[in-house]
């Protein structure tokens, strides 16, 4: 049973456009999330991160949305440059959880120059 | 700062060998864990320590893997006997609060 859910194994995306990846969760007592970004042969690399008492974290050119009554979550990467290809994985972390990150299976993120 | 240090980053090993996984947090970091990273899926916690605790370990094959952490710094992780479906990337990760971690490049282990 997988709780957290990135549907879309690929994303391709045009130099200088938006990259809009998205992540759905199940367990309702997930209260934190995390953007990681995965580079080949490197191990994932902090993005982002968003509280569930927020609905917006923006951090320059990377922004989370939280839609809690959705379960829903997106990372907007404006603009998208070629160094941005890479997976991302979307993690879950449920309150008294101690900080275990439950991920998703990722999505690989293609900028095209 | 010097990140999460891992040793081997490759291991090729024959079934029913055992191997074994070193990982050296960021300095100060209290919490460390060991994540397993299956082709095509996220990475998996197998065991969780705060300082040289175990917080959790629900999700770890105790009949044949195996965690210390000894003196609340260094980790190994090890493996005896490995399986086929052992094979995977062995990322160990560290931090110093309990939810952002910062993970090491992994150790590629193929079990033929």
């Known amino acids: 049973d997988q709780q957290v859910k990135q549907n879309s194994p690929s994303l391709s995306v045009q130099e200088g456009r938006i990259s809009i990846l998205n992540c759905d969760y199940t367990?309702?007592?997930?209260?934190?999330f995390l953007w990681y970004k995965k580079y080949p042969a490197e191990g994932p690399t902090f993005l982002i991160s968003?509280?569930?008492?927020?609905d917006k974290n923006e951090d320059g050119r990377f922004t989370v949305f939280l839609n809690k009554s959705a379960k829903h979550l997106s990372l907007h990467i404006v603009p998208s440059q070629p160094g941005d290809s890479a997976v991302y994985f979307c993690?879950?972390?449920?309150?008294?959880?101690?900080?275990?990150?439950?991920f998703g299976k990722g999505t690989k993120l293609s900028v095209k120059p | 700062e010097a990140g999460v240090a891992q040793s081997p980053r490759y291991k090729i090993i024959e079934k029913r060998q055992s191997v074994a996984f070193w990982c050296n947090p960021i300095?100060?970091?209290?919490?460390l864990y060991w994540y397993q990273q299956i082709l095509g899926q996220g990475p998996k916690l197998l065991i969780q320590f705060q300082n040289n605790g175990v917080v959790d370990d629900s999700q770890l094959p105790k009949d044949r893997f195996s965690a210390e952490r000894l003196k609340g710094v260094d980790s190994t992780l090890k493996i005896q006997p490995a399986k086929l479906e052992d094979s995977a990337v062995y990322l160990c990760?560290?931090?110093?609060?309990?939810?952002?971690?910062?993970f090491g490049q992994g150790t590629r282990l193929t079990v033929v």
């Open positions: 300095s100060g970091h209290a919490t």
């Open positions: 993690a879950a972390s449920a309150e008294g959880s101690q900080g275990n990150l439950i």
């Open positions: 968003i509280s569930s008492i927020k």
């Open positions: 990760a560290s931090s110093p609060w309990v939810v952002e971690a910062f």
């Open positions: 367990n309702s007592m997930f209260d934190y």
